[in-house]
């Protein structure tokens, strides 16, 4: 009986360490916030005006974790704000205060709905709208 527990034991560690080398260990189908896939290859402007500035520095702290640095979106998690279905007139200035207070449905990106953004004010969200603009016009986005 030992001979067959430890036989067990034995083939229970090789195929977990098969399984563990084999297949790789996925809690999120590899779309974690930390990927870093861009969907979205955009033009840097130079030069931000002081309001774009201070809204990229807000941006990168409170938004890039899921729609990546610089608004080029993230593979899996969500869409590139340096997109046509974000020009002002589809998407006015109010759409990312309202996204940023309530959260947002999904209607244009296979991504699911979008939470709101605790903590931020709307002077927050009009600086990162600054930032988001400056560069949508640097990618002929208007």
Not at 31 to 45: E, G, K, M, W
Not at 47 to 53: D, E, I, K, N, Q
Not at 103 to 109: D, E, L, S, T
Not at 115 to 123: D, E, I, S, Y
Request: with cysteine.
């Amino acid at each position: 009986m030992n001979r067959y527990l430890i036989a067990m034991v034995c083939a229970v560690v090789v195929s977990a360490g098969l399984l563990a080398v084999f297949y790789p260990w996925q809690t999120d189908n590899g779309n974690s916030a930390t990927d870093t896939r861009a969907l979205a290859d955009i033009i840097v402007p130079d030069a931000l005006s002081a309001r774009a500035r201070v809204g990229k520095g807000v941006y990168q702290a409170e938004c890039a974790a899921c729609h990546g640095t610089d608004a080029v979106g993230k593979d899996g998690i969500a869409p590139p704000l340096v997109h046509v279905i974000y020009e002002p007139s589809h998407h006015g200035d109010e759409a990312f205060q309202r996204a940023v207070a309530v959260g947002v449905r999904a209607h244009h990106w296979p991504f699911g709905n979008m939470p709101p953004v605790k903590g931020l004010t709307r002077a927050d969200v009009a600086m990162i709208v600054a930032y988001v603009r400056e560069l949508q016009q640097a990618n002929g986005i208007n």
